[in-house]
C-alpha cells in the first residue's frame, strides 16, 4: 500500500468498520499470530511507528526492527532494492518510511510480501491519511460536503498530498491556504483537475463565499503575488489573509502541517515570510464554535498550546486512532494477500520506459529513480490529455509530471515536436516500444536523431568564421570585466562546452589569468552543474557565487534552454552577474532571453534547422555551422500540417 489510492472507497469503508471494532477483542487478539512486522524507518518517527507496532502486536503477531536505519547495512552503501529483497525474508510485512519520492514503490517491486508506505519523501503518507479520514468521520459524520481547510507547507506536507486525493474521492470541499511559497505543487493540483473533476480556480478573497457554493475545492493565490514574495515578516498578512479567507463559509476542519523544514534546500527555498497559525484567538469567533482542529504532529509553533484543552483541538485523538486505524489495516492486507485479492493495489495502466540510454530523467530531483538508479528505472505514465494539449510523462515513482518537447522513431531514428495532432502516432509507436522522447532538439541530435525530413544543407559559416567569431567574442568578454579572476565559464553540454573551453583558452592567452571552466547538464541525472575535469583534474561543481558567470551555448532559439541553465545556476548559488555567449542567435525567442555576445546572428525560418559541427564532437568534419529545412513526418514533402515549434 503505496498511495491513499491503492484502496478504494469501498475498502476505505470496510477499513472503518474494522476500526470501529478494534481495539482487540478476543477474535482480533488472534488476527496476526504468527506474523512478524518489519519497520524499517530512514526518517524519524514517533506515532507512526510505534502506533504500527502496537497494532501488530495487539493483533498477537511481532515486530523487528532496525534502531536507527543510519546503523543499518544502509550506512555501508547497501542499495534500497536489496534491503528490501532480504528484510521481505525474515517478515510478513514491510512498514516503510524514506526521505526519497518513491523510495517505498521501489522497495515494494523488490520484496516478496505487503509493503506499506509510512511516508516517503514529500509524497504520499496514506496511513496517516487513513487516520486523519476515520478521525474526521467519527467527529462529523459523513465525508461528503464537509469543508476542510488545509493550511501551512502544502507543497512539502506529505500528509497533505494524500490527503487531498482522499477529500476529493469522497466528495468533501478542500480550502487550502498555503505559506507563502509553499502552495500545493503543481501535480497534485492537475491531478485533482484530471481525476477527481475539481476545478480548481484562483478566487479573491472576496469571491469565496459565492464560489463555495458550487465549487468542489477552490485553490487560493495571492492576487499580487511578487508584493507578497517581498514581504519578509508576514505573520500578521498571512493571518489576515487567513480570517478574510474563511469569512463567510462554514468551515468543518482546520489541517494544520508544519514548515517541513527538513525537505527545504538551505538556500534559495521558499520559507521565509508568514506562516498560518491556528489558536483560541482566531477560533473565538461564533462561527467556529463547532470547527475541529486537525494536525499530523509533531507540532512546532503553528498550533498553540491553549487548543490543548479546547474540545475542538481533535489531534490528539487523531494520534490515538493510528492504533486502530493500523490494526484494522494491518488485518485486511493480510486476509487480501491470502485470498489473492491485493485490493486496488495493481496498477494496470502500461508504463512507458524509454527504449534510449539518455532519457530525460523524473523532474523531481528527489525522486528515487535519481537518487537510487541502481534500484529503479525511469518509468512513466503517458496522459494525452496535459494542458494545452502536451504530452505529458507521470512518473511512476513519485507522480511529478514531465513534458515531452520531442518524440522520436527508434527505428527510423527520425525525430519531430510533440503536437496534439500526433496522438495517434504516438499510441502506435508507445506499443510497439518504438517511442524515444527528448527534451530538446538538443537533446535528440545527440542521440543521432535526425529531424524528420532534411532538406539540403548550406554551409553558413566557416572554420575562419568559426575561430575569429569566438575570438572577438572572448575579447568583448574580457574588456566587460573588471575583475577577470571572478570569472566563472560555463558551457552547455555539449556542444556549449566545447565553445566555453575555447573562450576560457583565449581568455587565459589574453589575460595571462587562469579561468575556470564548468559545464552545465541541463538532461543530467542531477549532476547538474559540474567544473570540467580537464581543466584542473576535479569534477567536482563549481561554486557560482559571487561570481560573474559566462554562459555559453551552441544556437539560441527559443530561449528555453538557457531558462533551464540559469535555473539550475541560480539552485546551486547567487552569482553577482550572468552573461550569455552563443555562437549563432536564429531567433524565434519564446523566453525574454537576450545575449550578450553573438558569433553571427541568423535570421532563420521556423521550419528551419540551424546545426553546429564541432571537431572535437564529429571527428571527421572540420567546424562548420549549416542551415537545412525540415518537414513534418506526416506530410512527405507537404509543408507541416502541424503547428511546428521548431
Ligand atoms: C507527519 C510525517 O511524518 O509526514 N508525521 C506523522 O506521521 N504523523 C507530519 C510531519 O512530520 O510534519
Known amino acids: 500500500m503505496i498511495s491513499i489510492e491503492d484502496l478504494s472507497n469501498r475498502e476505505i469503508e470496510e477499513l472503518f468498520r474494522l476500526a470501529d471494532g478494534m481495539p482487540a477483542g478476543e477474535r482480533e487478539a488472534k488476527a496476526c499470530a504468527g506474523k512478524i512486522m518489519a519497520t524499517l524507518f530512514y526518517e524519524p518517527s514517533t506515532r507512526t511507528r510505534l502506533s504500527f ?35 521481505a525474508s525474515y ?7 524514506h526521505c526519497w519520492d518513491g523510495a517505498v514503490q521501489a522497495m515494494a517491486e523488490y520484496a516478496e510480501v505487503p509493503v506499506i508506505n509510512a511516508g516517503d519523501g514529500s509524497h504520499e503518507h496514506p496511513t496517516q491519511t487513513l487516520c486523519d479520514l476515520y478521525t474526521l468521520r467519527k467527529e462529523k459524520g459523513d465525508l461528503k460536503g464537509l469543508t476542510v481547510v488545509i493550511c501551512g507547507d502544502l507543497k512539502h506536507g506529505r500528509t497533505i498530498h494524500s490527503l487531498v486525493y482522499a477529500l476529493a ?58 508584493q507578497l514574495a517581498l514581504f519578509t515578516s508576514v505573520d500578521a498578512e498571512a ?8 469569512s463567510g463559509i462554514k468551515v468543518d476542519a482546520f489541517y494544520v502541517t508544519r514548515k517541513q523544514k527538513e525537505r527545504m534546500k538551505p538556500e534559495g527555498e521558499a520559507g521565509n515570510g508568514g506562516y498560518p497559525r491556528i489558536g483560541e484567538e482566531f477560533l473565538k469567533e461564533k462561527r467556529f464554535k463547532d470547527t475541529v482542529v486537525m494536525h499530523p504532529l509533531p507540532r512546532v509553533d503553528e498550533l498553540s498550546q491553549e487548543l490543548d484543552r479546547d474540545r475542538r483541538g481533535i489531534y490528539f485523538k487523531q494520534a490515538a486512532y493510528g492504533v486502530p486505524v493500523r490494526m484494522a489495516l494491518l488485518k485486511f ?11 486496488a493495489a495493481e496498477k494496470r495502466i502500461p508504463l512507458y520506459e524509454s527504449p534510449e540510454p539518455a532519457a530525460p530523467p523524473c523532474a523531481n530531483a528527489n525522486c528515487v529513480t535519481r537518487t537510487e538508479p541502481v534500484s529503479t528505472r525511469p518509468r512513466f505514465e503517458v496522459l494525452f490529455t496535459g494542458p494545452g494539449g502536451g504530452l505529458i510523462l507521470k512518473c511512476f515513482y513519485c507522480d511529478h509530471q514531465l513534458k515531452v518537447q520531442y518524440m522520436g522513431h527508434t527505428r527510423s531514428r527520425k525525430y519531430c515536436p510533440y503536437d496534439i495532432a500526433l496522438g495517434e502516432t504516438v499510441r502506435d509507436w508507445l506499443g510497439r516500444g518504438e517511442l524515444a522522447v527528448f527534451d530538446s532538439i538538443k537533446h535528440a541530435e545527440e542521440r543521432g536523431y535526425e529531424p524528420y525530413k532534411s532538406g539540403p544543407q548550406r554551409s553558413i559559416m566557416d572554420e575562419a568564421e568559426i575561430r575569429d567569431a569566438v575570438r572577438r567574442m572572448s575579447e568583448e568578454i574580457l574588456k566587460e570585466s573588471e575583475e577577470p579572476d571572478r570569472l566563472l565559464i560555463l558551457g552547455i553540454r555539449t556542444k556549449g562546452s566545447y565553445l566555453a573551453k575555447r573562450i576560457a583558452e583565449e581568455l587565459e592567452r589574453k589575460s595571462q589569468k587562469r579561468i575556470e571552466v564548468g559545464e552545465i547538464e541541463i538532461y543530467g541525472s542531477g549532476d547538474d552543474l559540474r567544473r570540467l575535469p580537464s581543466v584542473d583534474g576535479e569534477a567536482s561543481a563549481p561554486s557560482v557565487k559571487e561570481r560573474a558567470v559566462i554562459l555559453v551555448d551552441d544556437v539560441i532559439h527559443t530561449g528555453m534552454t538557457v531558462k533551464n541553465a540559469l535555473s539550475i545556476i541560480f539552485k546551486s548559488g547567487r552569482p553577482s552577474s550572468v552573461r550569455l555567449a552563443v555562437l549563432v542567435d536564429r531567433g524565434h525567442r519564446e523566453m525574454p532571453v537576450k545575449p550578450n555576445y553573438v558569433g553571427k546572428h541568423i535570421p532563420s525560418s521556423e521550419k528551419e534547422r540551424v546545426r553546429v559541427k564541432l571537431r572535437e564532437v564529429e571527428q571527421d568534419e572540420r567546424d562548420k555551422v549549416v ?20
Open 627 to 646: 542551415i537545412y529545412s525540415i518537414v513534418s513526418p506526416e506530410d512527405g514533402d507537404q509543408p507541416p500540417a502541424i503547428r511546428t515549434e521548431l
Open 239 to 246: 493571518q489576515s489573509r487567513l480570517s478574510k479567507m474563511v
Open 169 to 226: 474521492r469522497f466528495g468533501a470541499h478542500v480550502v487550502t491556504l498555503a505559506a507563502n511559497g509553499m502552495e500545493l505543487p503543481q501535480y497534485v493540483i492537475e491531478k485533482l483537475e484530471r481525476e477527481y473533476h475539481y476545478n480548481l480556480a484562483p478566487v479573491a478573497s472576496d469571491d469565496l463565499h459565492a464560489v463555495v457554493q458550487e465549487t468542489d475545492a477552490i485553490y487560493l493565490t495571492p492576487t499580487q503575488p511578487h
Open 53 to 87: 507496532e502496537s497494532a501488530m502486536q495487539r493483533l498477537g503477531g511481532s515486530v523487528i526492527s532496525c534502531p536507527d536505519m543510519r546503523s543499518s547495512s544502509t550506512a555501508k552503501g547497501e542499495s534500497i532494492a536489496d534491503t528490501a529483497r532480504v528484510v
Open 333 to 343: 492486507l493480510f486476509e487480501a494477500s491470502a485470498t489473492g485479492k491485493a485490493g
Open 91 to 97: 517478515a510478513d510485512v514491510l512498514v516503510v518510511r
